[in-house]
């Protein structure tokens, strides 16, 4: 049954703030590093530690910044709606299905971008950002948790079936998604992990 509005329980809300605070902080740091960078080109980020997790090498990529701006300051912007949505919904606020539905199309093009430019880390740029990565897992799960909100409370159409699996297992999507992307790392570098 389709509502109007929805607010949400202490549980998700939580979620939207923990997602936010962690995402906001990658992007502060990384964005303070790459003021660094700027600043003084040979200044290694303190997260670049050994061929593979250098994020020096992520930052200093064409990928950093794909719009002509460095990534993490649109991640500044976007993880912070995140955490003032979660404030607001703890706070007792409850929104229309129009601010869903165009919160759930930010996650979307979060999560999709975050695939993108785990595809580049991967394969292009052959290097981890430990701070990206929590990024990554910060957006994966704020993705599964919305969209399974936005069809339990039938502001996406869903099959009973589905309806029923996510209200349920809602943890499943996330940790699968996760768990596929821990495991293209390892195969990636697996004999530098295995050596």
């Known amino acids: 049954m389709t509502t109007r509005t929805a607010g949400a329980g202490r549980g998700y809300a939580l979620l939207l703030v923990l997602t936010g605070a962690a995402g906001l902080l990658a992007s502060w740091v990384i964005t303070l590093d790459k003021f660094?960078?700027?600043?003084?080109p040979g200044f290694t980020?303190?997260?670049s530690l050994n061929p593979v997790v250098s994020c020096g090498s992520v930052m200093t990529s064409d990928q950093a910044s794909a719009f002509g701006f460095p990534n993490p300051m649109l991640g500044l912007v976007a993880y912070g709606i995140v955490v003032c949505v979660g404030v607001g919904?703890?706070?007792g606020a409850a929104f229309?299905?129009?601010?869903?539905?165009?919160?759930?199309?930010?996650?979307?093009?979060?999560?999709?971008?975050v695939s993108w430019l785990q595809f580049e880390s991967l394969y292009r740029i052959n290097a981890l950002c430990l701070w990206c990565c929590l990024a990554w897992v910060a957006?994966?799960?704020l993705f599964w948790y919305t969209l399974a909100f936005d069809v339990g409370h039938g502001f996406l159409p869903a099959p009973a079936p589905v309806r029923t699996f996510l209200a349920?297992?809602?943890?499943?999507p996330p940790v699968l998604h996760i768990g596929v992307v821990g495991m293209l790392i390892l195969?990636?570098?697996w004999d530098f992990w295995t050596s």
């Open 36 to 40: 660094k960078l700027l600043e003084d």
């Open 139 to 141: 957006t994966i799960l």
């Open 45 to 47: 980020p303190g997260c």
């Open 89 to 91: 919904l703890l706070a």
């Open 168 to 172: 349920e297992f809602a943890w499943v």
């Open 187 to 189: 195969t990636r570098w």
């Open 96 to 113: 229309p299905r129009w601010y869903w539905l165009t919160f759930t199309a930010g996650c979307l093009f979060g999560v999709g971008f």
